[in-house]
């Protein structure tokens, strides 16, 4: 009995001796050494990769996303390219800190803070909510009513890449033309949009709007829709990416030629959108494509409260407005002539009035002037219905300047 008393207090010595090693190993260091340590890893490995980090942000309430593909320079520089924005490419600043958790910040002048002032709800300050199989999620640190974001990275490799990229390619850039179709060599033409892995063609059959949808398997020169689009009894199903031109060819062997093409028009119009446009007095402009998007800060420059355009077709007005600006929250143009055309184009003309104390800012502002000379253009707006009470208006002379507005 005496032996095994002994034996167990020899183990029992053992074991504490090993506890204790391994609490003195835990607390060898101290909690600032541990945080550092931690954000260390996570720059270094941020870093390691030269192809850079193939990433998907996901924003505006999950309506958007867009492909990045970020590659980090240093511990202080990334370099960001978004496909769908024209190849933008651009270096920014960025900073790792820790409060409760890793936090990934990119400077206020980024391309990600870009979005926020266009008011996507999208951030440009994240917190790592996880990191699994060589992947990081982070989650925006925005505020409730911002809305959240995500930001989700894995390396990039050459395979992933591509196909990435092609995804991109097959969605909407921004700075070509908002009109893009499916155009054959016999005259017919389909609109043509992408969302996520789906593409749509829509086109006019008795007077209704028809819509066709398929799945796409992407490869690396293309596209196929797993369910052909059939023109006549002949099937159209696999699309060609020319890097040239940012246009698909069709290239299945059934007798069909042509391809989706960024085009100067739409593919049709549909009757009486223009008067459910003009059927509602007020309406704002909630965003703008790339081209006219640069014309925001330049006019913050001289209203720094500005918050968005409005429309009173009504009424007759254009007005800017900018809460808590010295000398009233709304200052623009009045007499503002809203008519639709004959070819079911809206033109908006005005007489020369203006209103409010501080219109002078708009209208010798650089940014305000380029807003203005968009939708004054004689030539006229398309007017495209994107939702229930969303509208998009798009020039004519040049269709990558455009506008979203809602009622």
């Known amino acids: 009995m005496r032996k095994i008393i002994l034996f167990i207090s020899i183990l029992s010595i053992a074991f504490s001796s090993c506890e204790k090693e391994d609490v003195e190993e835990i607390f060898d260091k101290s909690p600032e050494e541990r945080v550092t340590e931690q954000l260390n ?34 511990d202080t520089r990334v370099e960001i390219t978004v496909p769908e924005r024209g190849n933008y490419k651009k270096e920014a600043g960025y900073s790792l800190r820790y409060t409760q958790q890793i936090d990934l910040i990119f400077e206020t002048h980024s391309f990600l803070a870009d979005l926020v002032d266009k008011g996507r709800k999208a951030d440009f300050r994240w917190e790592l909510e996880k990191q699994e199989d060589g992947q990081y999620f982070f989650k925006s640190r925005a505020a409730s009513n911002e809305g959240e974001s995500e930001l989700n990275m894995m390396k990039a490799t050459p395979e992933n890449l591509k196909i990435a990229f092609m995804k991109s390619y097959m969605r909407t850039d921004e700075t070509k033309s908002f009109f893009r179709n499916l155009e054959l060599t016999s005259g017919e033409k389909y609109g043509y949009s992408c969302i996520d892995n789906k593409v749509t063609f829509k086109y006019i059959e008795k007077e209704k709007v028809v819509i066709f949808e398929s799945e ?41 030629d042509g391809g989706i093409n960024y085009d100067v028009a739409p593919a049709f119009t549909v009757k009486g959108v223009v008067d459910q446009f003009l059927d509602i007095n007020f309406k704002s402009i909630i965003d703008y494509s790339t081209n006219l998007q640069v ?25 800017c407005y900018a809460p808590g600006t010295e000398g009233g929250n709304w200052a623009g143009f009045s007499k503002m002539n809203f008519t639709k055309t004959d070819e079911d184009l809206l033109t908006i003309g005005w007489e020369g009035y203006v209103y409010g104390n501080w219109w002078k800012k708009i209208y010798y502002n650089d940014g305000g002037q380029l807003i203005l000379n968009f939708l004054l253009d004689e030539n006229g707006l398309y007017v495209i219905q994107a939702g229930k009470k969303e509208y998009y208006l798009v020039s004519k002379s040049n269709p990558s300047y455009y506008c979203l507005v809602e009622l």
């Open 216 to 256: 796409v398997n992407m490869n690396n020169d293309g596209f196929v829709l797993t369910t052909p689009f059939v023109i006549d009894g002949k099937s159209i199903s696999e699309f060609e990416y020319d890097s040239t031109t940012g246009n698909f060819s069709i290239i299945n062997a059934d007798g069909v």
């Open 295 to 319: 014309a925001i800060p330049v006019l913050q420059d001289s209203v720094p409260n500005f918050n968005s355009f409005q429309l009173y077709s009504d009424w007759g007005y254009l007005l």
């Open 41 to 74: 890893t996570v720059r270094a490995d941020l870093m390691s990769n030269e192809m850079g980090w193939h990433s998907t942000y996901t924003y505006n309430e999950g309506k958007e996303t867009l492909l990045l593909l970020l590659k980090f320079i240093d």
